[in-house]
T-cell receptor
Framework: QQQVKQSPQSLIVQKGGISIINCAYE??????FPWYQQFPGKGPALLIA?????SEKKEGRFTISFNKSAKQFSLHIMDSQPGDSATYFC????????????????FGQGTILTVHP | GAGVSQSPRYKVAKRGQDVALRCDPI?????LFWYQQALGQGPEFLTY????????KSGLPSDRFFAERPEGSVSTLKIQRTQQEDSAVYLC?????????????FGPGTRLTVT
């Protein structure tokens, strides 16, 4: 069962452009939504994360937009640079009251981003 | 400081062989996760340890997969009688404490190829 669906599979943008990657989830118990960046031969690294009590979070050139009613969230990369070329994964984790969640992540399928100079 | 390390980085096994994959988490990290990443896919959860206790093994695909963390630090993922469908990158991640708000730091992974 695919609990987090990510699109597009691949994305090509020009340097300076905006990259947008979208994710949709099904499990309403998900309460934490991180984005990871992965370079070839490396493990994923946390880029930015959001909780559903806010609709947007911005860190530098990276912004997460979150729509709780639609169960969708997206990553926007402003002023995309060739060094941003990597695979991006959205993910989600359940947060339960009482602190019983331990942080198991459910990942999307990934988006291969290529930024041309 | 040192991050999460995994060894070996690459492993080729003949079908039917047993393999052992090692994870050295960041020192002092309580939580340790194993994920399996098939080619072109996102990582999928395998199992979770809090210190030496294996609290969740719901993602292990079969009883051929076994993981341990006997002293609450280094962890080993063992796969018995490997099959071709076991070919994947096996990722280990650790986090400081238990809880979804704690960042998971991933190792570089072990790429397992079963021939």
């Amino acid at each position: 069962q695919q609990q987090v669906k990510q699109s597009p599979q691949s994305l090509i943008v020009q340097k300076g452009g905006i990259s947008i990657i979208n994710c949709a989830y099904e499990n309403t118990a998900f309460d934490y939504f991180p984005w990871y960046q992965q370079f070839p031969g490396k493990g994923p690294a946390l880029l930015i994360a959001i909780r559903p009590d806010v609709s947007e979070k911005k860190e530098g050139r990276f912004t997460i937009s979150f729509n709780k009613s639609a169960k969708q969230f997206s990553l926007h990369i402003m002023d995309s640079q060739p060094g941003d070329s990597a695979t991006y994964f959205c993910a989600a984790s359940e947060g339960r009251a009482g602190g019983t969640s331990y942080g198991k992540l459910t990942f999307g399928q990934g988006t291969i981003l290529t930024v041309h100079p | 400081g040192a991050g999460v390390s995994q060894s070996p980085r690459y492993k080729v096994a003949k079908r039917g062989q047993d393999v052992a994959l090692r994870c050295d988490p960041i020192s002092g990290h309580v939580s340790l996760f194993w994920y399996q990443q098939a080619l072109g896919q996102g990582p999928e959860f395998l199992t979770y340890f809090q210190n030496e206790a294996q609290l969740d093994k719901s993602g292990l695909p079969s009883d051929r997969f076994f993981a341990e963390r006997p002293e609450g630090s280094v962890s080993t993922l063992k796969i018995q009688r490997t099959q071709q469908e076991d070919s994947a990158v096996y990722l280990c991640a650790s986090s400081l404490e238990r809880g979804y708000s704690y960042e998971q730091y991933f190792g570089p992974g072990t790429r397992l190829t079963v021939t």
